[in-house]
């Protein structure tokens, strides 16, 4: 089964972005991983291994928003 997870973002100044991640862990086929992202630009990892990311717009961090 694939699996996608959605993860949403708001910097300082009011821009937003996504991140999504989708996962195949299928027992009896290859796993993979695909990660894809929209306005935003990579930062990194946090302390949990998550990444971090700063504005495509503005340069300032993002903060995760929770959902849409």
């Known amino acids: ?5 959605r993860r949403y973002f708001v910097c300082l100044n009011g821009h937003e972005g996504e991140e ?3 996962e195949d862990d ?3 086929s290859p796993q993979w991983e695909s ?4 306005g935003l630009v990579d930062n990194g990892t946090d ?3 998550f990444a971090c990311y700063r504005c ?5 961090p993002m903060c ?3 959902r849409h």
């Open 35 to 38: 990660n894809r992202t929209s």
């Open 47 to 49: 302390s949990n291994g």
């Open 64 to 66: 995760e928003a929770g």
């Open 26 to 28: 299928q027992p009896d």
């Open 56 to 60: 495509k717009t503005c340069g300032e």
């Open 1 to 5: 089964m694939i699996t996608l997870t």
């Open 20 to 22: 999504v991640t989708s």
